[in-house]
């Protein structure tokens, strides 16, 4: 995804920048046991069998990812230093726009999920069932496939409500998830339920 990896691009550019104003700012006899102990923590991290490339691999991973506290520390330190209180905001941008975080404001449930049924016709109740067939696939997290579901289950109920008979018909022929009821309804452009002229 273009937006995530442009979010790391800048969180790198970001944190490369702080390191380097940390290693400037920082006192050498601060500095000095800090890198040691960077560095100390990366190989203990990367201990082990190597004898796979496999195994070299995992032991590089985790030597890196030991040492990414330890980093973010020196970071922050110089990013504070040129920032000063000005960092947390800076941080709190940060997170607040992470991919996470966008997938999370996307997929609020504080959505509306309301069908406006005096504006639809059933053919387009017919439409919006199939679309969502794809559009449930395509849901990113839990929560957009459950607004999908929730949404198809609307169109099942007000197609209920408009032709009960040529709904049962659908769902008693081959009816699938990704079906089109359209032959079975009445395509008439009133919302009201039909009723009986026996």
């Not at 040691?36 to 985790?62: D, N, W």
Request: hydrophobic fraction near 45%; proline fraction near 9%.
């Amino acid at each position: 995804m273009a937006y995530s990896f442009i979010w790391r691009t800048t969180c790198g550019a970001i944190g490369g920048l702080g390191i380097a104003l940390g290693l400037i700012v920082l006192p050498p006899d601060l500095l000095i046991p800090f890198v040691l102990l960077t560095i100390v923590v990366s190989l203990t991290a990367a201990v082990g069998h190597t004898s796979t490339p496999t195994e070299q691999r995992t032991s590089s991973q985790a030597g890196r990812l030991a040492a990414l506290p330890l980093l973010a520390l020196l970071a922050l330190a110089g990013l504070t230093f040129a920032l000063g209180p000005a960092v947390l905001l800076l941080l709190l941008t940060l997170l607040a726009t992470s991919p996470p975080a966008v997938r999370w404001y996307r997929d609020s449930p504080s959505r509306p999920e309301a069908l406006d049924e005096s504006a639809t016709t059933t053919a387009q109740l017919c439409q919006q069932w199939h679309d969502t067939f794809e559009d449930l696939h395509h849901a990113p997290t839990p929560a957009a496939r459950l607004r999908v579901v929730k949404a198809r289950q609307r169109c099942l109920d007000e197609l209920e409500r408009r032709d009960p008979n040529g709904l049962n018909a659908w769902l008693a022929s081959t009816a699938s998830p990704a079906g089109d009821p359209t032959r079975y309804l009445r395509m008439d452009r009133s919302n009201a339920p039909p009723t009986d002229t026996a």
